[in-house]
């Protein structure tokens, strides 16, 4: 049962343009999300996260917004730029829940920037 | 910020051997840290979850007598693959939180190689 999907593997994005990568969830007690950026053969780097209480969380070029009725999240990048290239993973947890601090990571969307 | 040292970056061993695998938490205390592993283009699937001083809470189908988890200080967690086979061969990474802190800090990985 995947509880958090990103239904793009990959995406292609002209530089200065934006980026949006999406994600879903189904289960309703996540409350907490987080945005990863990953290369081969290296840990996860975080990104941004938000908590359920807000719609939105920026930090720089980095947005990232919720939709809790629609459990759908998404992570817009503006300027995109060629060392934005990478692997962006869609993460989320269940803070309020007593031992259920675990992150379920979504399978990843590829993204290309191109010149 | 929070740094997670994850050692060794890659190891390749003979199948039937143990393999260890160390990460530690150099500037904050870990109470909880989790296990990962990854395969080619797959997402990022949780083996298990161990808070200090307790015993690990292993991921339905993840076998706990073959990937041991040690959590016996507050900076320091192992995760030792024992009886290493050809199909145990894959990327670990490990990610620590501290209590009350919303953040999950990653290490860098462990490319393992089981021939």
């Known amino acids: 049962d995947q509880q958090v999907k990103q239904n793009s593997p990959s995406l292609s994005v002209q530089e200065g343009r934006i980026s949006i990568l999406n994600c879903d969830y189904t289960?309703?007690?996540?409350?907490?999300f987080l945005w990863y950026k990953k290369y081969p053969a290296e840990g996860p780097t975080f990104l941004i996260s938000?908590?359920?209480?807000?719609d939105k969380n920026e930090d720089g070029r980095f947005t990232v917004f919720l939709n809790k009725s629609a459990k759908h999240l998404s992570l817009h990048i503006v300027p995109s730029q060629p060392g934005d290239s990478a692997v962006y993973f869609c993460?989320?947890?269940?803070?309020?829940?007593?031992?259920?601090?675990?992150?379920?990571f979504g399978q990843g969307t590829r993204l290309t920037i191109n010149p | 910020g929070a740094v997670v040292s994850q050692h060794p970056s890659r190891v390749i061993c003979k199948s039937g051997t143990s393999v260890k695998i160390e990460c530690r938490s150099l500037?904050?205390?870990?109470?909880?840290m989790f296990w990962y592993r990854q395969f080619p283009k797959q997402s990022l699937m949780l083996m298990a979850t161990?808070?200090?001083?307790?015993?690990?809470?292993?991921e339905q189908g993840v076998e706990k007598d073959k990937f041991l988890i040690n959590h016996a200080s507050l900076t320091l967690s192992t995760l030792t693959v024992t009886s290493a086979h050809p199909e145990d061969s894959s990327f670990y990474i490990c990610?620590?939180?501290?209590?009350?802190?919303?953040?999950?800090?990653f290490g860098s990985g462990t490319r393992l190689t089981v021939v």
């Open positions: 938000i908590s359920s209480i807000k």
């Open positions: 161990s808070n200090e001083g307790s015993k690990a809470t292993y």
């Open positions: 990610s620590a939180r501290e209590r009350f802190n919303y953040g999950y800090t």
């Open positions: 289960n309703s007690m996540f409350d907490y």
């Open positions: 500037d904050f205390q870990a109470t909880t």
């Open positions: 993460a989320a947890s269940a803070l309020r829940i007593q031992g259920a601090q675990k992150l379920v």
